[in-house]
């Protein structure tokens, strides 16, 4: 069974920064695209950004310029830097993965708040 933790969540004023983590419990299992979802109160899930295992990346026109996404494959980590935040980045935002031969796995989100 595949998990994907993740953390770095918080409470954070605009214009500060936040990283986020999330590793995957795949041993013994290849992992293709990687990204960030998130989904604010009362809207559907989107994508912030992604990444494919030989580092080619998708953000979303929103986070252009502020967030950056990142992975070690050796650690089976993904990661989103967010620079700049604004209120409306605040929402749940929730990994995935694309396990080889398995599937696409969520983590369980973690909260970003921007506010003053």
């Known amino acids: 069974q595949v998990q994907l933790v993740e953390s770095g969540g918080g409470l954070v004023q605009p214009g500060g920064s936040l990283r986020l983590s999330c590793a995957a419990s795949?041993?013994?299992?290849?992992?293709?695209?990687m990204g960030w979802y998130r989904q604010a109160p009362g809207k559907q899930r989107e994508l912030v950004a992604e990444?494919?295992?030989?580092?080619?990346?998708n953000y979303a026109d929103s986070v252009k310029g502020r967030f950056i996404v990142s992975r070690d494959n050796a650690k089976k980590t993904v990661y989103l830097q967010m620079n700049n935040l604004k209120p409306d980045d605040t929402a749940v935002y929730y990994c995935?993965?694309?396990?080889?031969?398995?599937?696409?796995?969520w983590g369980q989100g973690t909260q970003v708040t921007v506010s003053s």
């Open positions: 995935k993965a694309a396990i080889v031969f398995q599937g696409d796995y």
């Open positions: 795949a041993t013994f299992y290849r992992i293709n695209n």
């Open positions: 990444i494919t295992r030989s580092g080619d990346t």
